[in-house]
């Protein structure tokens, strides 16, 4: 695993921080934490929906990822309107694509020029970083819906950003390694998401390398 942090050092950080540690602590267990869950593979046979109840104001999206996608389509997780199952319809899918992360919402493709399904792939994202697939990475995505700024971040630096416009009309039907495209089950990541958490705030930057940190030590907090 590349992590640059060596143990020992990660420890001392955590020991100069425990009011940050109690307060992180404090909104994990609190339902501030909507929805947990530990380890989530074989997403071809594991096909599971939940529906989540978000915070109207934004959210924060939170896991370890291990990704063997190479060049096909992986969805990390996909949300969509109960009533509704088309990637294309979808409030928001995030998936890795060209072994980079990659946002689909309300009928835009992100990855494509002018935003079209059909179009070749846009110069600002194939300019985007290419993941190493014998690394884990934590990867979160924050979402505000007063700016409409969709951010995420790999190993607590921002990666991408985009304006997108998420219409909350109560429960979303969250879907996560896979997503729906006309009625067939597909597009299923190769691989395997740990320690997946969704927030019902924004996190700071601290906030998410303080997680990150927790989760990469210990199984922290699911235990």
Request: with cysteine; net charge positive.
């Amino acid at each position: 695993m590349k992590k640059a942090y060596v143990l020992t050092v990660i420890i001392m950080f955590l020991g100069c921080l425990p009011q940050k540690r109690n307060n992180l602590k404090v909104f994990v267990d609190t339902n501030e934490a909507i929805f947990k869950k530990e380890l989530a593979e074989n997403f071809s046979k594991d096909k599971n929906s939940n529906l989540v109840d978000f915070n109207k104001t934004g959210f924060t999206v939170a896991f370890w990822m291990h990704s063997r996608n190479y060049s096909e389509n992986g969805v990390l997780f996909s949300l969509n309107l109960s009533n509704t199952d088309e990637l294309r319809e979808s409030l928001l899918t995030i998936m890795v694509s060209k072994q980079r992360l990659s946002v689909l919402a309300r009928r835009k493709d992100f990855r494509k020029k002018n935003y079209y399904f059909k179009n070749d792939f846009s110069k600002r994202f194939l300019e985007l970083p290419t993941l190493d697939l014998n690394e884990k990475y934590f990867v979160s995505c924050t979402y505000s819906s007063i700016t409409k700024v969709l951010t995420i971040y790999t190993d607590g630096e921002k990666y991408l950003e985009e304006k997108i416009n998420i219409d909350f009309k109560g429960d979303m039907t969250l879907r996560i390694g896979y997503t729906v495209d006309n009625l067939v089950n597909k597009y299923f990541l190769k691989g395997e998401l740990r320690q997946f958490y969704i927030f019902s705030k924004i996190l700071e930057k601290e906030d998410i390398i303080l997680l990150m940190n927790l989760t990469l030590i210990q199984n922290y907090p699911l235990n």
